[in-house]
């Protein structure tokens, strides 16, 4: 049974840094490709960033480029989201998700986790 379990979420300052994980469990991290999306109130869901299983390549969206960085440790089975020069648009429930396939695709997850909290804002 996949699981993922997200933690890291918070208030932070525009500008500042937070680091989200994802904790799987039910399967191996490796083989699938993973990732985060969010959902803010009132807005449709957005595929942040992924990473595939088979090449490792990483994807964006365009809004994250530059400022947010995916990475995963395959020994802990854990997936990490580092996030630079926060803005407030980027408020929002994260979630991490798989698309339970080899491959990305920021606009379909087969499963994801609870969310975490991340707002933006002085």
């Known amino acids: 049974q996949v699981q993922l379990v997200e933690s890291g979420g918070g208030l932070v300052q525009p500008g500042g840094s937070l680091r989200l994980s994802c904790a799987a469990s039910g399967f191996t991290l490796a083989d699938y490709a993973i990732g985060w999306f969010r959902q803010a109130p009132g807005k449709e869901r957005e595929g942040v960033s992924c990473i595939s299983s088979s090449d490792d390549n990483t994807y964006y969206a365009d809004s994250v480029k530059g400022r947010f960085t995916i990475s995963r440790d395959n020994a802990e089975n854990t997936l990490y989201l580092q996030m630079n020069s926060l803005k407030p648009e980027d408020t929002a429930v994260y979630y991490c998700?798989?698309?339970?396939?080899?491959?990305?695709?920021?606009?379909?997850?087969?499963?994801w986790g609870q969310g975490t909290q991340v707002i933006v804002s002085s």
């Open positions: 998700a798989t698309t339970l396939l080899g491959w990305c695709d920021l606009e379909y997850w087969g499963s």
